[in-house]
């Protein structure tokens, strides 16, 4: 790993690309609009991205369509396909520490996460997608000796892509590899608040072969850029990841449109369900990481912690203890495991999801409010919130933030149920040494994903994704080619 002098030297040598990708070459905006990209840690400007609208999701839709029907990529041999984005995966290798610093710079994240998580794990998601390309198989299903019915999996067409900024590159990836692996064409929109990995990510795309047109990226607003290609009669899938309430907006832009098949993976509140059977070092350990990683600012972070009661004082002071590994700071220094929040915006809300707790009764152990100093960074505290109960509006909203609520119960039967007491349903986290009792309680849990003993392992193996306001279809694996492809049956009389 690098030293804190010597990634603020590299950040300083970095060339930051602003415009819109289209086919295959760098852009503004018709329109000429630009917005700030400022760096969260220091609100000092980065750079001015081009603000694209409806004028550019239009000419990159159109471009990315033509390519598609030229076969140029969709029909491309599987192998050739795959070569490609073995070679794009080396290439973002060869750059990572530059990638490293694009997100750790635009949304302050720090940059130990980027070098050991999203980094390595956007290159693995794209090897091993692009690994699959020639592996994957259709079927012929068992009609009868006189016809032959042949199942195959065809590419959609153009694919839109919306995501957001807590993860920038990894979220970007696990969409536009599994897209363009199948052979589609995409138009990708990433965060306002974080569009410059992206960008590179094209740049990268295109040297490596991929043809030009393929792979658009569209920095912009969800209310311009996004609503737009959400709207546009010629995009045949959109894949989202953000907020439950923008997701439902989508859903109403399909039908206003062409009914293009959207895939969701939308906001959590997830519950953590620490048993007094469980190892307590561990399970403190866990729940502190499950909080205060990445500032909270995790889709799958487990914000609503349920501690069996007769373990409740003594797990508390271990968890108090675990929590004081994060503790915020420049995230290009490698030591820090805490960087600020995205924006003023979301501090704001931290802000005032920490009063409301208090207003209704919960009691602050650690953290408290931010206190902010102008010019100085938009960071939040880690912070836990103990008596807390499921009526509280900490406990149900998302908040997006290092801020944990801690309730506690006395039966197995209870904990199930306080925690599917959520609209959400994306990860939970369940704490036991008892093997029985961790199947029969993530069997019952209405979630996504339920980790064991741990919390947020993954693996581009296993599927992402949740269920009921936070989502449908799944992220990484081989479950999310189907996101891109058209099952077509050719049934032939013989
Ligand atoms: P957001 O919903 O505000 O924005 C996400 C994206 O949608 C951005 O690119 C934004 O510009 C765009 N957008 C906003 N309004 C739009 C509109 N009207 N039409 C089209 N596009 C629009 O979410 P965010 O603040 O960027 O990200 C945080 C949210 O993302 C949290 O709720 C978090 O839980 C969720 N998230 C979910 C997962 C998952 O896998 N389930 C992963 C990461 C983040």
Redesign the pocket.
Known sequence: MKSYSEWKALSETLTLHGQAYINGGFQPAVSGETFDCVNPATEQLLTTVASCDEADVNIAVANAREVFKSGEWSQKHPRERKQIMLKWADLIEQHKDEFALLDTLDMGKSINEMVNIDVPDAIDCFRWTAESIDKVYGEIAPTGNDTLALISHEPVGVVGA??????PLL?VS?KIAPALAAGNSVVL?????SPLSALRLAELAVEAGIPAGVLNVLP????T???A??LHMDVNVLA????????G??MG?SGQSNMKRIW?????KSPNLVFADCDIKKAAAGAANAIFANQG????ACSRLYVEKSIKEQFMAALIEEAARFQTGDPLDPATTMGPM?DAA?LQTVERYVRSAVEEGGEVVLGGLPEYVEGQGFYAKPTIVDKAHNGMTFVKE?I?GPVLAVCEFETEAEAIALANDSEYG?GAAVWTENLSRAHRVSGQIESGMVWVNTWGEGDSTVP???VKA??NGR?KSLHALEKYTDVKKVLIRL
């Not at 989202?240 to 997701?247: E, L, Q």
Request: with cysteine.
């Open positions: 919306i995501t957001p900024w807590n993860y979220m696990w929109k990433p965060s306002e608040k912009g607003f969800g209310h850029a996004g609503k290609l959400a989202f990841t953000g907020s439950t309430r923008v997701a907006m989508l832009y969701l993976e939308a906001g959590g600012e995790v889709c799958i995205v979301q998302e997006f994306l992402f994704g949740g936070s989502g992220d």
